[in-house]
């Protein structure tokens, strides 16, 4: 026969495991992150416009998708072609990305690329 009870053993050795894992060694854990610019500079089509498009757009205006037929994202002339419309949507009339949001330093860098004149590719 056992000199502790399993229900014993248990809750000790639960204790230990959550004793072992300290507050500390949690805020320690970063998610990789690349440094974040100020909102507004060294926006290109490149780094910034095609992968929040990517991100944001693409699911529903990339080719063959259900919104091709107004606007389709696929590359830095067709958002050229269509910087107005994309502009007045997402920037003027916030109507866009339907169903989901863009942070305010986003819409704040969007705009610096529009007010560039789209051309810093």
Request: aromatic share 8%; net charge positive; with cysteine.
């Amino acid at each position: 026969m056992l000199k502790y009870p399993i229900t014993t053993i248990a809750i000790a050795f639960v204790y230990l495991l959550l004793a072992c894992c300290s507050k500390k060694q949690a805020e320690e854990i970063k998610p990789d992150q690349p440094p974040t610019e100020k909102p507004g500079t060294n926006v290109s089509f490149a780094s910034f416009v095609q992968p929040l498009l990517q991100t944001k757009c693409a699911g529903c205006h990339a080719p063959g998708r259900s919104a091709a037929a107004i606007w389709s994202f696929n590359g830095y002339t067709s958002v050229t072609a269509n910087a107005d419309r994309i502009k007045d949507a997402v920037l003027v009339k916030k109507s866009m990305p339907l169903g989901g949001t863009i942070t305010a330093s986003d819409l704040q860098s969007l705009q610096a690329w529009f007010d560039q004149g789209t051309l810093n590719n």
